[in-house]
Each structure stands twice: as structure tokens, then as C-alpha cells.
């Protein structure tokens, strides 16, 4: 089992920066890849981001490339979303997620077994 539990959510103005944080305990391997999804009301989870454990190999959806920029810690076993020029379309809760790592399927939310709690981003105009 691994045990995923985020952080760093809150309000911010349009335009604003937050830094969301995954913590990963339990089973965690180097074959594993750690991604962020989002579900805003009414809408279904879509894909945010994702990065590979082992070689750092990062991917993202067309809506946050150039805004977002997902990382790792090794040490701390932790996975932040660094989110820059933040608009309200961003708004909804963010999902830290986990997935054995196949080498592709990354952006597929039932490839991801594991899940964090949410946490809640709002981004106001």
C-alpha cells in the first residue's frame, strides 16, 4: 500500500502562485510515477501533471504546460505541483495520485491505484 497526503492548497488571486506537496509513505518505490489530477463541480478528474520516480521524466496536460511545473524530493518522498499565472479556470480539488510505473499510460486516471485526500484550490478573478 502507499499512503499519499497533500498539502499547500488555499485561495489566491488570478495571476497568483501556490506550491500544492504529495507525501508519499508505505510501499513507495523507484517504479512508481506520482501525478496531480483536478476535478472541478460538476466536471470529471483530468490529468494535471505527472513524474516518473525514477528518472524524473515529467509530463503534463496542454492547459498548465508552461505554468506548472511538477518536481520530486527523493529524500523526503514528496512530490510538489509548483503553480504559476493561476487563473479561475484552475479552481477545483487537486488529487495526488500514484501509479506502477509501465513507461506510458500516464495520463489514463484508472491506471492510478493510489490517492491522496484533495486538497482545494481557488483561484478568484
Known amino acids: 500500500q502507499v499512503q499519499l497526503v497533500e498539502s499547500g492548497g488555499g485561495l489566491v488571486q488570478a495571476g497568483g502562485s501556490l506550491r500544492l506537496s504529495c507525501a508519499a509513505s508505505g510501499r513507495t518505490s523507484s517504479n512508481y510515477a506520482v501525478g496531480w489530477f483536478r476535478q472541478a463541480p460538476g466536471k470529471e478528474r483530468e490529468f494535471v501533471a505527472t513524474?516518473?520516480?525514477?528518472?524524473?521524466?515529467?509530463y503534463y496536460a496542454d492547459s498548465v504546460k508552461g505554468r506548472f511545473t511538477i518536481s520530486r524530493d527523493n529524500d523526503k518522498n514528496t512530490v510538489y505541483l509548483q503553480m504559476n499565472s493561476l487563473n479561475p479556470e484552475d479552481t477545483a480539488v487537486y488529487f495526488c495520485?500514484?501509479?506502477?510505473?509501465?513507461?506510458?499510460?500516464?495520463?489514463?486516471?484508472?491506471?492510478?491505484?493510489?490517492w491522496g485526500q484533495g486538497t482545494q484550490v481557488t483561484v478568484s478573478s
Open positions: 495520485a500514484a501509479m506502477r510505473d509501465y513507461g506510458l499510460g500516464y495520463s489514463i486516471r484508472t491506471n492510478y491505484h493510489y
Open positions: 513524474i516518473t520516480w525514477s528518472r524524473g521524466t515529467t
